[in-house]
């Protein structure tokens, strides 16, 4: 990072940490959908401006690559009590072949595009949970390894429930559709799954925990189930302002084998 980027995130973070306090008592309980895979079913307030970013390495055995990609980047704008505007951005991508010998290469580039919107269902009554539906679409940016080059769609129901004062679950369930390349070079579009479910631990005022488990099912001949594992821990350090981190390990032969992920989360008051 050179010395210009390190002065603008460091004027972000001051201006994210100096509306907090001068908003505290104002600003609502501050719900990111990072650093799990369960969105969370709740929206950013109306007028509230939300971006949450972060870094991760991964490594798969079974294709000999190493994979940094940053900043995963999540913009979301409230527009109303129940409904959110969502502009992501996969990240740029470093693709290292650990053994060159069994015809793996190195690659890089940025990733897609994608815009959607969350839209707050319900509230949570009783044993009813809190319901939000989510959608997106891919936006192809340019020809790289690591973008789609096709407008694929996304959606998923997003629920949680309130265990204790201390405790939450969250779960989500919904379909994908990804294009890559196949082995002949051409494009590939398969149709799959989503799934995941979070336990949410409320460790302190200021920190918590959580526990998951996610993956894919893919509906055609090709490839099985990607399962995983993850947990990590959350740390408010404002009202506006929260670094996270995580770590998971691959369950079946389609998923990677382990992942560790840092970010950080802001968000601006009216």
Same mark, same amino acid.
């Given at each position: 990072?050179?010395? +210009?980027?390190?002065?603008?995130?460091?004027?972000?973070?001051?201006?994210?940490?100096?509306? =907090?306090?001068?908003?505290?008592? &104002?600003?609502?309980?501050?719900?990111?959908?990072?650093?799990?895979?369960?969105? =969370?079913?709740?929206?950013?307030?109306?007028?509230?401006? /939300?971006?949450?970013?972060?870094?991760?390495?991964?490594?798969?055995?079974?294709?000999?690559?190493?994979? $940094?990609?940053?900043?995963?980047?999540?913009?979301?704008?409230?527009?109303? +009590?129940?409904?959110?505007?969502?502009?992501? @951005?996969? !990240?740029?991508?470093?693709?290292?072949?650990?053994?060159?010998? /069994?015809?793996?290469?190195?690659?890089?580039?940025?990733?897609?595009?994608?815009?959607?919107?969350?839209?707050?269902? *319900?509230? +949570?009554?009783?044993?009813?949970?809190?319901?939000?539906?989510?959608?997106?679409?891919?936006?192809?940016?340019?020809?790289?390894?690591?973008?789609?080059?096709?407008?694929?769609?996304?959606?998923?129901?997003?629920?949680?429930?309130?265990? =204790?004062? *201390?405790?939450?679950? #969250?779960?989500?369930? !919904?379909?994908?559709?990804?294009?890559?390349? $196949?082995?002949?070079? &051409?494009?590939?579009? *398969?149709? /799959?799954?989503?799934?995941?479910?979070?336990? #949410?631990?409320?460790?302190? &005022?200021?920190?918590?925990? @959580?526990?998951?488990? @996610?993956?894919?099912?893919?509906?055609?001949?090709?490839?099985?189930?990607?399962?995983?594992?993850?947990?990590? @821990?959350?740390?408010?350090?404002?009202?506006?302002?929260?670094?996270?981190?995580?770590?998971?390990?691959?369950?079946?032969? $389609?998923? /990677?084998?382990?992942?560790?992920?840092?970010?950080?989360?802001? *968000?601006?008051?009216?």
């Amino acid at each position: 990072m050179n010395m +210009e980027s390190k002065r603008s995130f460091v004027l972000i973070l001051g201006c994210a940490l100096l509306s =907090s306090s001068c908003f505290a008592s &104002d600003i609502p309980e501050l719900v990111t959908d990072r650093p799990d895979q369960t969105e =969370s079913s709740s929206t950013v307030p109306p007028g509230y401006l /939300q971006i949450e970013m972060g870094y991760e390495h991964s490594e798969n055995e079974r294709e000999d690559l190493e994979t $940094d990609v940053v900043p995963q980047a999540l913009l979301r704008v409230g527009l109303t +009590e129940n409904l959110e505007f969502r502009l992501g @951005f996969d !990240g740029y991508f470093w693709e290292n072949a650990v053994d060159l010998t /069994q015809g793996a290469e190195d690659n890089e580039g940025a990733g897609d595009l994608g815009i959607g919107f969350k839209l707050k269902l *319900r509230d +949570e009554e009783g044993w009813l949970p809190e319901t939000a539906f989510l959608t997106n679409v891919v936006l192809p940016t340019k020809k790289t390894p690591f973008s789609s080059e096709r407008f694929d769609p996304e959606y998923r129901l997003a629920c949680s429930h309130t265990l =204790s004062e *201390r405790l939450s679950f #969250g779960y989500n369930v !919904g379909q994908a559709w990804v294009t890559e390349e $196949d082995t002949a070079g &051409d494009l590939d579009t *398969r149709h /799959q799954f989503i799934y995941s479910a979070a336990v #949410g631990i409320g460790l302190s &005022d200021n920190l918590g925990g @959580f526990v998951e488990f @996610f993956g894919e099912i893919p509906t055609g001949s090709d490839g099985g189930p990607a399962n995983s594992f993850d947990g990590g @821990f959350t740390y408010l350090i404002a009202d506006n302002v929260q670094l996270d981190i995580a770590s998971g390990v691959g369950l079946s032969q $389609d998923a /990677q084998d382990w992942f560790l992920a840092a970010g950080l989360s802001i *968000r601006f008051p009216q």
